[in-house]
């Protein structure tokens, strides 16, 4: 069962659309990993903690954490997407005499089907 519905409103003169939402099967949704499962399985850093680039071997802070969902390509040639769990981490770049959150920030969204986390980053104890 799959519904389509379309949101649009007014703010100030400007017009906005919104994302069509799409409604699956109770069975379909239970085959997707929760968020818990998402964290487990990339083992994932919590707010405050520091992690390393493995490209430059900068230091980062976590700085906030959020559940999201991320769309996915499941048929590129014919342009399905489906919706999947995922976690969303802001980092803050460490640097002396700076206090944290102001300066160069990242953003980065995980969801079970890539392994980004893994290849670009390390937790430091």
């Not at 499962?37 to 994932?44: I, S």
């Not at 489906?82 to 944290?100: C, E």
């Not at 969204?109 to 937790?123: G, K, P, Q, R, V």
Request: hydrophobic share 35%.
């Amino acid at each position: 069962m799959k519904k389509s519905i379309l949101l649009s409103c007014d703010s100030g003169g400007v017009q906005y659309n919104l994302i069509s939402l799409k409604f699956h099967d109770k069975k379909e949704v239970n085959k997707m990993a929760s968020h818990e499962e998402v964290e487990k399985q990339k083992a994932l850093p919590y707010v405050g903690d520091t992690v390393r680039s493995k490209k430059y071997g900068t230091l980062w802070m976590v700085m906030e954490k959020r559940e999201m969902g991320e769309h996915s390509a499941d048929d590129p040639t014919l342009g399905h997407t489906r919706l999947v769990r995922a976690i969303y981490l802001r980092y803050w770049k460490i640097q002396q005499a700076k206090t944290p959150g102001i300066g160069r920030m990242l953003g980065y969204t995980y969801t079970a089907l890539d392994n980004t986390f893994e290849s670009n980053w390390e937790i430091v104890d």
